[in-house]
């Protein structure tokens, strides 16, 4: 099975960075994927780490440690739009598919 | 172009109706999935629907089914509603080779009374 933990909520202010951990029990690991969501709309795509280390995409990155079952995202120079709910999700193989697994996700909160 | 579509936006109901929630999208994918978000907001799979095969996730009553006239649509059909379920319920979609990004619609709300 897969167990996925993440804070309930975080807070911190415009301009700052905030790391969201994750982290994850797996059987048989196929990435790890966040995810945004803004209240009242749907999860959009963030990014997905397959491989240990940072990947960077514009002032969001991921970072992996398949040993240590542990992800974060990192969010750079933030802005009043940034908040939203950060969901950590994981892939698991079933009958020809994959489906995601989803943390409770991280309630993020920018303040001025 | 939308690219995961669902209607309606809002469904508000009584107890014991029965309802269908429409998915459609343009992505070209081959899988196709029904999520819920609670009100505590934890999104949780309910069905994976590839090729016309269904997974179902065991935790979902009968009541609920899922049906797909084509690759394009799955439909989600819920019998006898129940306060318990009010919710958001979200459609998705993916390719089934590999491991892929999903796409989600915009969500459905369900509100029964």
């Known amino acids: 099975g897969q167990n996925i933990d993440q804070p309930t909520e975080m807070t911190a202010t415009e301009g700052a960075i905030v790391q969201i951990n994750c982290t994850y029990q797996t059987s048989g690991f196929n990435g790890l994927f966040w995810y945004q969501q803004h209240a009242g709309e749907a999860p959009t795509f963030l990014s997905y780490n397959v491989l240990d280390g940072l990947e960077e995409k514009g002032r969001f990155s991921s970072f992996l440690s398949r040993s240590k079952g542990y992800s974060y995202l990192l969010l750079k120079e933030l802005q009043m739009k940034d908040s939203a709910s950060y969901l950590c999700a994981v892939p698991y193989s079933g009958a020809g598919s994959y489906q995601l697994t989803f943390g409770k996700g991280t309630k993020l909160s920018v303040i001025p | 172009d939308t690219a995961v579509s669902q209607t309606p936006k809002y469904l508000v109901t009584q107890m014991g109706n029965d309802k269908s929630i429409k998915c459609e999208q343009n992505l070209g994918h081959d899988t196709m999935y029904w999520y819920k978000q609670d009100s505590k907001k934890f999104l949780k799979i309910m069905f994976s629907?590839?090729?016309?095969?269904?997974?179902i996730n065991e935790t979902v009553p009968n009541r609920f089914s899922p049906k797909s006239p084509d690759k394009a649509h799955l439909n989600l059909h819920i019998n006898s509603l129940e306060l318990g379920d009010s919710a958001v319920y979200f459609c998705?979609?993916?390719?089934?080779?590999?491991?892929?990004?999903?796409?989600f619609g915009p969500g459905t709300r369900l509100l029964v009374l």
């Open positions: 629907y590839n090729n016309k095969e269904l997974i």
């Open positions: 998705a979609s993916g390719k089934t080779s590999g491991v892929g990004t999903q796409y």
